[in-house]
């Protein structure tokens, strides 16, 4: 019993400490593997990895495919002898080690991967077999990835759509023009990505040597501003001259009286099912490359997706539309074999969806903040939880549990009160801590938020708003070993690790 029981901590890698402003791949992630470990821990969480643009959003990235920059530790770079200590201390990077200054990161930390850049270069590091291979390896995603951003910098960061019609619409001779225009810029982004696949391969093995497995976190639509819309359009409902015939999102509901217009282009699924599904498990084999479990958001959209028309203002307009189901499922699985999924089967769920969720057999997610309906009757209350299913205290997009229980209404918090076993207000964040450990569910991730006992200040994300989301960081020390001791005690109690 116990041996099937595993806990985890969900850390964005944006929220770890370090020197430079922003969490990175560098010495603070191994130093937080070590925690983990002294934890008891058996998963760390993470959000998506993917280069970010306007609003800092992970689930908004301009690539599948890439990783980003942001990442890539300096200090490692310094190792290597690509940049100095001394040139870094003097980038300003930002100054309050509690929240990454985001505009500084993108006016500042460029500058100096240029510089690593040029040193590389000079090295001969273009002409390394290792990278040779890493492009070689990486070519049914890179070139294309490379000059996107490329063209897009000579763009001045504008969205493709505004780009002119004949680079916009990938016309040959367009593309030769600035494949010859922005070979040196091309080549930066080939050596980004490089550093970065480097920097996050030896952090896995190191987590992975240490008993740690990495749960990442992927959209299940790309960005309408991303490399993959522009190279792939026939992958997306799309008109010819590439403005999508409708969008993503959700429709009203009691939490948005106009629903949630997220824009992404919605994909052909007739096109990917005469194609055998050959994107997807292109990208989903990528995945199991950078992650050991892959938790898929709005798994939902599998079963049906929402579908808004292009360029409405609001998504109250919408029509549900049929998603592969478990067709695509079947074909993942016969050209990969059993994959470790967490399918996030949050929201409005009909008997079609849950029915899909059941067959695919990937645990669905229990988030314990959802559960105090004075009715008593939740899903999301940890008596009714299924083993097969993963329990968080809260998401990236929730307040953290102090935070989610101080907005709480009366009669919710009577209700949460007794069933949390509260007295008075302390340790808030220990009873939900424990509630979610106990539960049935196979596998608790718990916010590291929650551990440190933080209220909204730490919060990762409020939807739908923008400016101060993605921006907690953890601040050097906390994760401490007493703190690791008492994690791993409390996981102990609940069977989710052993004594030592």
Known sequence: MRKNRKAGILLPITSLPSRYGIGTLGKEAYAFVDFLKKAGQS????????????????????????GNPYFIDLELMIEEGLLTKEI??????????????????????????????QSFTAQGGIRDKAYRSFCEENAFWLPDYALYMAVKETFDGKSFSEWDEDIRLRREDALQKYKIACREEMDFIYFLQYEFA?????LKAYANENGIRIIGDIPIYVAADSADTWANPQLFQLEEDGVPKAVAGCP??????????????????????????????????YCYQLYDVVRIDHFRGFDAYYAIPYGDPTAEFGTWMPGPGMELFEALQKALGKM????????????SVLKLVRKTGYPGMKVLQ???????????????????????????????????????????????KAYLGLQGTKNINWAFIRTALASMSDTAIIMMQDYLGLSSEARINTPSTLGDNWKWRMLPGQADEQLAEKIRETCFVYARCSKQ
């Open 370 to 416: 959802f559960a105090f309906d004075p009715a008593g009757d939740s899903t999301y209350l940890p008596h009714n939880y299924p083993k097969n299913s993963v329990v968080y205290t809260g998401t990236h997009d929730n307040d953290t549990s102090i935070g989610c229980y101080k907005s709480l209404s009366r009669r919710e918090k009577q209700f949460a």
């Open 340 to 351: 470790d999924v967490i399918a996030e089967d949050l929201g409005f769920l009909t008997p």
């Open 252 to 285: 009203p509901d009691c939490f948005s009286k106009t629903g949630q217009l997220w824009g992404n282009p919605v994909y052909d699924w007739d096109y990917h099912k005469q194609t055998g599904f050959a994107w997807w498990i292109q990208r989903i084999r």
């Open 43 to 66: 998963y760390w969480q993470i959000l998506p990895v993917g280069p970010t643009g306007y609003g800092d959003s992970p689930y908004q990235s301009f690539s599948t495919f890439a």
């Open 88 to 117: 870094c201390d003097r980038a300003e990077l930002g100054t309050n080690p509690q929240y990454v200054d985001y505009e500084k990161q993108y006016q500042n930390r460029y500058p100096l991967l240029r510089l690593a850049f």
């Open 198 to 202: 480097k920097q996050w391969k030896q």
